[in-house]
């Protein structure tokens, strides 16, 4: 069998803790997935290789775990000798073919970005149980709200009824996890650039 580590990001569900900071202070959202690429990633492949022994390990990244994996591999490559093999589910680096909506959005980040930090919300898509589990109710199956909530979904992914199952979708949206205006930020940035490419932190 295989040893399996399961990562964790900054600022999601289960990782909020700091040793100084906590989430309603901007200081803790100062981040996009850039740093986790640089800094986060690397430090999990080298604890998982130091606690088991090996020399290298298998890499399987969803969505923006792909992301992290790529900036890692950019700007730290000798990491690349550590990793045996990476999986790609779900990869976002080129994003210029993403769903209208998304474009759209990204067009006016900076406006977006003003109003965010003028009313001081740093945590994007909060994770309290209660709106979790209301969220989750609305797109049950039978809920006269659950075609809205596929809609959603679609609007920000994709449209694929083939391989979208609907029941799913109240865990799943029991389970969003929060991210900051900088790593959406970041994101919008690389939809209109089309490319992989650093923060641009403007002139």
């Not at 999986?87 to 970005?113: E, G, N």
Request: net charge neutral.
């Amino acid at each position: 069998g295989y040893d399996v580590w399961l990562g964790n990001v900054r600022g999601n569900t289960y990782c909020k803790s700091h040793l100084r900071l906590n989430k309603y202070m901007e200081k803790f959202w100062n981040y996009s997935f850039h740093e986790m690429g640089n800094y986060d990633v690397p430090a999990m492949i080298d604890h998982i290789l130091a606690e088991s022994g090996h020399d290298q390990l298998f890499y399987v990244g969803h969505s923006m775990g792909t992301t992290m994996f790529y900036v890692m591999c950019a700007c730290r490559p000798q990491y690349n000798t550590k990793v045996r093999a990476m999986f790609s589910l779900a990869p976002v680096a080129f994003m210029s073919q993403f769903p209208p909506l998304l474009k759209l959005l990204a067009r006016y980040y900076k406006q977006i970005l003003n109003v965010l930090t003028q009313n001081h919300i740093y945590e994007v898509v909060p994770t309290e149980p209660w709106l979790l589990s209301t969220e989750a109710n609305l797109c049950r199956d039978g809920s006269p709200f659950q075609t809205i909530c596929v809609e959603i979904v679609f609007a920000l992914i994709g449209r694929d009824y083939t391989q979208f199952n609907k029941s799913m979708l109240p865990m799943m949206v029991e389970h969003l996890s929060s991210t900051n205006p900088r790593t959406l930020t970041h994101y919008a940035q690389m939809i209109n650039s089309g490319r992989f490419q650093q923060y641009d932190w403007g002139p």
